[in-house]
């Protein structure tokens, strides 16, 4: 849902050459929250159609989850382009409960211009790795511990972080 109307995504069928639907964020403030209380994540797969039109820096969201009022990196997870711009699609940031801190799981030799949709795979499993699947090949993996995710929310296009005086807490 988006209750904020200046907030909510475009439905376009004009950005592929097939026609297809698809969902346009306008990489500032637009994006869906859904209400995901009572889900445990301890193994699980996200599957993303995404094509970044561009990356200004500052952890532009893909996707995120967290527990109500929590950060997503510490409560959820979150997928985004990563802390610093770029000039093409080269970064996956994903970080999350048992697999904290920045880390990059696109390959460094990957870099894809923008406007191009891919299709990104994470799978997580507690106790094991997180790894990254783009376009069907195989990135970066990193390690997770057992901790369970239980998300509250859902976020696509922003994720929730830092909250305070200055900062609202949902990011796009």
């Known amino acids: ?16 050459p097939s026609q297809s639907p698809a969902v346009q964020f306008d990489g500032r403030d ?39 009022n929590q950060n997503d990196y510490t409560s959820g997870f979150n997928i985004d382009l990563g802390p610093g711009g770029s000039g093409a699609f080269e970064q996956v940031n994903v970080e ?30 507690a106790g094991g790795q997180v790894a990254l699947h783009l376009d069907g090949a195989a990135h970066a993996q990193r390690p997770r511990t057992a901790d369970l995710i239980r998300p509250d929310e859902l976020r696509v296009g922003a994720r929730w972080a830092n909250p305070g005086p200055t900062n609202p807490g949902e990011i796009g």
């Open 30 to 68: 637009d994006a869906l929250l859904a209400d995901v209380a009572g889900a445990d994540l301890r193994d699980f797969t996200v599957f993303l159609v995404a094509s970044p039109y561009s990356n200004h820096g500052m952890f532009r969201a893909l996707l995120a989850v967290n527990e109500r």
């Open 96 to 125: 999350g409960r048992g697999f904290s801190g920045i880390r990059d799981l696109m390959s460094d030799s990957a870099s894809h211009p923008f406007g191009t949709f891919h299709t990104l795979a994470l799978s997580s499993s």
């Open 1 to 16: 849902r988006q209750d904020a109307p200046g907030r909510r995504p475009q439905f376009r069928t004009d950005l592929t």
